[in-house]
């Protein structure tokens, strides 16, 4: 997947518009965080900004803050 450049893509999905999408986009950069050079990549295409901005939403929230869960333990 990180070879592909599987997350620049899934990072441009991330649309609070489009509601299940994003939430799955999300959940599959979860999957991906696990990994360490997965979550560099994450950190070089400025997805942390693009995450907070989904916090405002509450669909989005529980998702996104596993996500940042993971940024912050690792």
Same mark, same amino acid.
């Given at each position: 997947?990180?070879? @592909?450049e $599987?997350?620049? %893509?899934?990072?441009? #999905?991330? =649309?609070p518009?489009?509601?299940? /999408?994003?939430?799955?986009?999300?959940?599959?950069?979860?999957?991906?965080? @696990?990994? $360490?050079?997965a %979550?560099?990549?994450? #950190?070089? =295409?400025?997805?942390?900004?693009? /995450?907070?901005?989904?916090?405002?939403?509450?669909?989005?929230?529980?998702?996104?803050?596993?996500?940042?869960?993971?940024?912050?333990?690792?």
């Amino acid at each position: 997947m990180i070879e @592909l450049e $599987a997350i620049k %893509r899934v990072v441009k #999905i991330l =649309n609070p518009n489009r509601e299940k /999408l994003t939430i799955q986009a999300v959940q599959f950069l979860y999957n991906l965080s @696990l990994g $360490a050079e997965a %979550r560099n990549q994450l #950190i070089e =295409n400025a997805v942390v900004p693009r /995450l907070v901005s989904l916090l405002r939403k509450r669909p989005f929230r529980s998702c996104v803050l596993r996500l940042l869960y993971v940024f912050l333990l690792k």
